[in-house]
């Protein structure tokens, strides 16, 4: 089984910054595409950023030039970079990760969600 753990979510004020973090572990052979969605109260989940293990990155169109993904390869680990935040960003985060588990085959794993809140 594949984990995944967030962290770096909180309160911050009309553009802040904060930096997210998604760290997987457990039985992982190789991993594809690590990814963030979002999902604000009443509406569907969204993609926010994602990038391919050859460093690819696409971004929603609502947040090209203010949010940046990176990943570190040696520690499974995934970061989202915001800077410039807006109220409207307000959301719970959720990482995604898709790759092959050493016994299952393919997996797709999502993270328990982190809270952003943006104030005006």
């Known amino acids: 089984q594949v984990q995944l753990v967030e962290s770096g979510g909180g309160l911050v004020q009309a553009g802040g910054s904060l930096r997210l973090s998604c760290a997987a572990s457990?039985?992982?052979?190789?991993?594809?595409?690590m990814g963030w969605y979002r999902q604000a109260p009443g509406k569907q989940r969204d993609l926010v950023a994602v990038?391919?293990?050859?460093?690819?990155?696409n971004y929603a169109d609502s947040v090209k030039g203010r949010f940046t993904i990176s990943r570190a390869n040696a520690k499974n680990t995934v970061y989202l970079q915001m800077n410039s935040l807006k109220p409207e960003d307000t959301a719970v985060y959720y990482c995604?990760?898709?790759?092959?588990?050493?016994?299952?085959?393919?997996?797709?794993?999502w993270g328990q969600g982190t809270q952003v809140t943006v104030s005006s």
């Open positions: 995604n990760v898709q790759g092959l588990d050493i016994m299952l085959g393919q997996f797709v794993s």
């Open positions: 990038i391919t293990n050859s460093g690819s990155t």
């Open positions: 457990g039985s992982i052979f190789s991993i594809n595409a």
